[in-house]
């Protein structure tokens, strides 16, 4: 079974948008925080944005700030994360991960469990 399964990447011009959904289906009763993360090529993997599963706080990269919208709908255990405004250089693999434990840290820097296998944002000039 496989744990997140990501939807809705592809190709958009420059100032277009894009809607990502992740469905969880592996300890969906443990759930703290689903987050989105990046990695372009020849780049380190970066945060993009998190939310947390039971207040729905959320966190966002500042180069996402004002852009980029993360929503969950607990009932059906999924993530979505809408993005407006894009720029080439949000060009990346977007991958989903879910955290199952209380953290001290924030949704930026917390363990994330479970990770999903990426889908291509490519954001064209």
Not at 105 to 122: A, I, N, P
Request: charged share 15%; aromatic share 12%.
């Amino acid at each position: 079974q496989v744990p997140l399964v990501e939807s809705g990447g592809g190709l958009v011009q420059a100032g277009g948008s894009l809607r990502l959904s992740c469905a969880a289906s592996v300890r969906t009763f443990s759930i703290y925080a689903m987050g989105w993360f990046r990695q372009a090529p020849g780049k380190e993997r970066e945060f993009v944005a998190a939310i947390s599963w039971s207040a729905g706080s959320t966190s966002y990269a500042d180069s996402v700030k004002g852009r980029f919208i993360i929503s969950r709908d607990s009932t059906k255990n999924t993530v979505s994360l809408i993005m407006n405004s894009l720029k080439p250089e949000d060009t990346a693999v977007y991958y989903c991960a879910s955290a199952h434990s209380a953290s001290l840290y924030g949704l930026e820097r917390r363990t994330y469990d479970y990770w999903g296998q990426g889908t291509q944002v490519t954001v064209s000039s």
